[in-house]
């Protein structure tokens, strides 16, 4: 009878630890878990795309393209280490790899991509633009764009561009390149032209004619009428080539 008393006494013991520990064991697991959010991935992405990225913050546009879900991890320290793919690139399509760790654990490694887009700021025309045409605040404006390509060789101040003359076409809405103006001759080929010769106080002028486009403070060649002979000066007005000797 003490025996079989015994016998259902370690029977209701073994029979309890097996209905409390599971409980205390599947607690301890839940415990033991935590969750990084398909947001936060996001967020901490575009973070570390705007700490790293070589352009102000109010100038860029960024875009996380991520497919994967949320991703549980051990509990503990968190760590998100992400890591630029691009090279150079700055701008446009910019892959990131994030390494998760967890007490300085690797955990999980996962990619991302972004899209990064730049404000700019160009100068463009305002209607068609001929040949030669002198660039005004009538004919060009000053417009800011958002781009993944960030524009070489354009013209991003309005000054610069004013004064100087089309060198082709240009229709209208186009970027202004600097290969597409340059500064308007001074004096046109075939123009009459005073030649200017200056020597310890004396000047000597003889008429000439240009022999080419000339630039304010370029050499140009020019016929000397008087002697039928050409002759290299610097282009110094719109009338005078001066001359040493």
């Not at 309890?16 to 607690?27: D, G, H, K, Q, R």
């Not at 992405?45 to 546009?61: G, M, N, S, V």
Request: aromatic share 6%; hydrophobic share 35%.
């Amino acid at each position: 009878m003490m025996n079989k008393r015994i016998t259902l006494y370690i029977n209701s013991i073994i029979i309890c630890s097996l209905l409390i520990f599971p409980t205390i064991s599947n607690s301890g697991s839940y415990k033991e878990k935590q969750t990084i959010t398909v947001e936060e991935i996001k967020e901490s992405a575009k973070d570390f795309l705007l700490r790293t990225l070589p352009w102000e913050k109010e100038q860029l546009e960024i875009d996380i393209y991520y497919q994967g879900g949320k991703i549980t991890i051990p509990s503990g320290e968190k760590l998100l280490v992400y890591k630029g793919h691009g090279g150079s690139r700055n701008v446009g399509r910019i892959p990131i790899t994030l390494e998760i760790q967890v007490d300085g654990i690797f955990q999980k490694r996962i990619g991302i991509n972004s899209r990064v887009m730049v404000s700019q700021k160009v100068v463009k025309t305002s209607r068609q633009i001929k040949r030669g045409e002198i660039f005004t605040r009538n004919n060009i404006h000053l417009e800011t764009i958002k781009t993944e390509r960030i524009l070489g060789n354009t013209i991003q101040n309005i000054e610069d561009a004013l004064g100087n003359e089309a060198v082709n076409y240009l229709p209208n809405g186009r970027s202004l390149l600097q290969r597409s103006m340059k500064k308007p001759a001074l004096g046109s080929k075939g123009e009459k032209i005073m030649i200017l010769a200056e020597k310890n106080g004396m000047k000597i002028t003889t008429p000439g004619i240009l022999k080419q486009d000339g630039y304010e403070n370029e050499m140009v060649q020019v016929l000397n009428i008087e002697s039928k002979k050409i002759i290299y000066g610097r282009l110094v007005d719109a009338n005078t080539v001066k001359v040493s000797f």
